[in-house]
């Protein structure tokens, strides 16, 4: 008996291949098959499903936006260095003091039931110098409005605190101007929360730092008075809120190279610009970085790329220790000095050789041959102590050379080939060899030294090398290279070696090298003055900022001068009217001179011509005024005749 087919099991495909062959299966009466019903129910699903979210989608643009919620608000905490997303708007907790006796509404009185976004003293912002703002926008409190009903109610205030709040005895209601968009109240109203932020020294918040800080301080300009005391306040909280803290922090850096730009804050400017030179390759990846002037990105890309010559040419020249800086082009020196020379950079190779492991150092870019930044950093404390070690502190550029080679005439001429600025110092502690002893080594060559003579001669020179040393900073004498150089002077001087260079020749060439590899290291390890926080830095902060601010500075310092100028003389104007004014008034009124009389006024309409004359009684009538007759022509007058 043949099964049949019931509603629970499909038949398979062999029979319904063999019931129907040479054709595709077909349900009986004309009706649809099972894979096009399932596939009309998927499709009416989805449609359904579209419609509902169109509907959801027409009935949420329906509903009114939010003015005071935006999006990509950001909190900026400078001393923690963090950026956090920020939604409070409506009810600051930063700015919502218990104790405060003053609601700031960010609406117009009586246009809104949301209530209060800030509660602060009173006595703050009048201690602020807020005079403007409480004369445009200050009203009493009145508990039994809705809205101030809403801010003392316990139930909305226990959100925050958990013990009810007392009244309040002023309001402030801060609107946004008429005709601003959505977008711009909401930016208004935010500006008007950091200038309460400022006040009470909490951090920033905005769509970008270097707008926020503008947008604020034009906020103090139209709630305060003074807009130079303005400024002075804004850099103030700048420094108390970290802002001015750019270390690995291109965000900081140029919103504030933007905010001293557009103020013309000198100081502040190089600061800022110094960082971003040394963090050029950070910077586009900053939202900062296309509001600043293109002015300001020529300068950090000019500024960066011979920061990284500089730092290339160092480390060539230090790698073997100025060896082609101070050639014999370039130096003057006998054999003997030179043969010197070459013997103590043999000395700082082997020191240096002993501390990395070898010399000089590889860098990780094999293209480049700069030193990393905390070798420069190190040998330029070492080379400084050892400066410090052996300087004259009493030298100056004016010293009349003495005898021997001249240390001043050659570090002169390194200095302004290289275009660096001379130190303070220029001339080292030069031991002082009694004349007996050098009248004895002029005799050398005809008269051998006994064994006594040889010892006596060099403790005579090792206490004249140790007194021309300055060993009184211990700092300097824990110096590693310090302490390396004495061990390597005093075996120098207790070699058997011709004495073509004397003692006081050889301290000079040594001290050569010194200044001239201390002036390079300076040269790539010292910020400009303006610079503050430079420790801790990874990046380079070497710039040259010749050629900067963008603005015109020295034009600003002479308008500044010319102004200074011109309220002198009115000073010393009216200074002179009140000495006149006195002297006068100790004369007699008898013996006064009077003053001159004053020439009246001519009618306010009339007015005179060579020919006519109208007078104001009758303006519509012209009087001709007789001209005079000349019997003869009158001179310089040609007399024309037909």
């Known amino acids: 008996?043949?099964?049949?087919?019931?509603?629970?099991?499909?038949?398979?495909?062999?029979?319904?291949?063999?019931?129907?062959?040479?054709?595709?299966?077909?349900?009986?009466?004309?009706?649809?098959?099972?894979?096009?019903?399932?596939l009309?129910?998927?499709?009416?699903?989805?449609?359904?499903?579209?419609?509902?979210?169109?509907?959801?989608?027409?009935?949420?643009?329906?509903?009114?936006?939010?003015?005071?919620?935006?999006?990509?608000?950001?909190?900026?905490?400078?001393t923690r260095r963090t950026t956090t997303n920020w939604d409070s708007i409506r009810r600051d907790p930063e700015l919502w003091f218990p104790g405060g006796d003053c609601l700031v509404h960010l609406y117009a009185q009586g246009h809104s039931r949301r209530g209060a976004s800030l509660r602060v003293p009173l006595s703050a912002i009048e201690s602020s110098n807020c005079?403007?703002?409480?004369?445009?926008?200050?009203?009493?409190?009145?508990?039994?409005?809705?809205?101030?009903?809403?801010?003392?109610?316990?139930?909305?205030?226990?959100?925050?605190?958990?013990?009810?709040?007392?009244?309040?005895?002023?309001?402030?209601?801060?609107?946004?101007p008429p005709g601003l968009t959505k977008e711009g109240s909401f930016r208004y109203h935010v500006t008007t929360r950091n200038f309460f932020a400022w006040m009470f020294e909490k951090p920033l918040v905005g769509h970008r730092l270097g707008d926020s800080l503008l947008s604020l301080l034009d906020r103090m300009n139209e709630f305060r008075e003074d807009e130079d005391?303005?400024?002075?306040?804004?850099?103030?909280?700048l420094d108390s809120q970290d802002y001015t803290d750019f270390r690995s922090c291109p965000d900081h850096a140029l919103a504030v190279l933007q905010f001293a730009e557009k103020h013309e804050v000198l100081?502040?400017?190089?600061?800022?610009?110094?960082?971003?030179?040394?963090?050029?390759?950070?910077l586009p990846l900053s939202a900062e970085y296309?509001?600043?002037?293109?002015?300001?990105?020529?300068?950090?890309?000019?500024?960066?790329?011979?920061?990284?010559?500089?730092?290339?040419?160092?480390?060539?020249?230090?790698?073997?220790?100025?060896?082609?800086?101070?050639?014999?082009?370039?130096?003057?020196?006998?054999?003997?000095?030179?043969?010197?020379?070459?013997?103590?950079?043999?000395?700082?190779?082997?020191?240096?050789?002993?501390?990395?492991?070898?010399?000089?150092?590889?860098?990780?870019?094999?293209?480049?041959?700069?030193?990393?930044?905390?070798?420069?950093?190190?040998?330029?404390?070492?080379?400084?102590?050892?400066?410090?070690?052996?300087?004259?502190?009493?030298?100056?550029s004016n010293r009349p050379a003495d005898g021997g080679i001249c240390v001043l005439q050659n570090i002169t001429a390194f200095d302004k080939r290289r275009k660096y600025t001379s130190l303070p110092h220029p001339l080292p502690l030069v031991p002082q060899i009694p004349l007996s002893r050098k009248k004895a080594a002029s005799v050398r060559k005809?008269?051998?030294?006994?064994?006594?003579?040889?010892?006596?001669?060099?403790?005579?020179?090792?206490?004249?090398?140790?007194?021309?040393?300055?060993?009184?900073?211990?700092?300097?004498?824990?110096?590693?290279?310090?302490?390396?150089?004495?061990?390597?002077?005093?075996?120098?001087t207790l070699q058997e070696h011709d004495e073509t260079v004397s003692c006081s020749d050889a301290r000079k060439v040594r001290w050569i090298l010194i200044y001239a590899i201390l002036q390079t290291l300076i040269s790539v390890t010292r910020a400009p003055p303006e610079v503050r926080d430079t420790e801790g830095v990874p990046y380079p902060l070497c710039c040259q900022i010749a050629g900067t601010p963008p603005w015109d500075e020295d034009g600003k310092k002479a308008l500044q001068k010319k102004a200074a100028l011109k309220q002198k003389l009115i000073a010393m104007?009216?200074?002179?009217?009140?000495?006149?004014?006195?002297?006068?008034?100790?004369?007699?009124?008898?013996?006064?001179?009077?003053?001159?009389?004053?020439?009246?006024?001519?009618?306010k309409y009339a007015f005179t011509t060579p020919f006519l004359e109208i007078k104001p009684d009758h303006a519509d009538l012209f009087v001709p005024k007789p001209l005079p007759l000349f019997s003869t022509p009158p001179p310089n007058r040609r007399n024309n005749s037909f």
């Open 573 to 603: 104007g009216e200074e002179e009217m009140r000495k006149a004014k006195a002297q006068q008034d100790e004369v007699h009124p008898a013996m006064r001179v009077p003053d001159p009389p004053q020439q009246p006024h001519p009618p």
């Open 290 to 396: 296309e509001f600043i002037s293109r002015r300001s990105k020529a300068l950090i890309t000019r500024v960066d790329l011979e920061m990284d010559v500089r730092l290339e040419d160092a480390g060539r020249s230090l790698g073997n220790f100025l060896e082609d800086d101070l050639s014999g082009a370039y130096l003057g020196l006998s054999s003997a000095a030179r043969a010197h020379l070459d013997h103590f950079r043999s000395f700082l190779h082997s020191f240096y050789v002993g501390k990395y492991g070898y010399w000089p150092p590889t860098c990780t870019n094999t293209t480049s041959t700069a030193f990393p930044k905390p070798m420069y950093k190190s040998m330029y404390f070492e080379f400084r102590n050892l400066y410090e070690y052996l300087v004259d502190a009493t030298s100056t």
């Open 40 to 78: 009309n129910s998927y499709l009416s699903k989805m449609a359904s499903r579209s419609t509902e979210n169109l509907q959801g989608t027409t009935s949420a643009m329906d509903k009114p936006i939010d003015p005071l919620r935006s999006t990509n608000i950001r909190r900026w905490d400078g």
């Open 1 to 38: 008996m043949a099964a049949h087919n019931t509603g629970g099991h499909r038949p398979s495909r062999a029979n319904l291949s063999k019931s129907m062959p040479g054709s595709r299966s077909t349900s009986p009466s004309g009706t649809p098959s099972r894979r096009v019903q399932k």
């Open 446 to 492: 005809l008269f051998k030294y006994s064994h006594a003579q040889k010892v006596e001669r060099r403790a005579a020179t090792l206490a004249a090398l140790s007194a021309a040393t300055n060993p009184s900073d211990i700092k300097v004498m824990e110096c590693r290279l310090v302490r390396e150089y004495l061990r390597f002077e005093k075996s120098w």
């Open 131 to 176: 005079g403007p703002l409480l004369k445009r926008h200050s009203a009493k409190a009145n508990v039994e409005s809705p809205s101030a009903a809403s801010d003392l109610s316990s139930s909305t205030d226990e959100d925050y605190f958990a013990d009810p709040l007392p009244p309040a005895k002023h309001e402030l209601f801060i609107p946004a």
């Open 229 to 237: 005391q303005n400024l002075e306040d804004m850099l103030a909280y």
């Open 267 to 282: 100081e502040l400017w190089r600061d800022s610009f110094c960082h971003c030179a040394g963090m050029s390759e950070d």
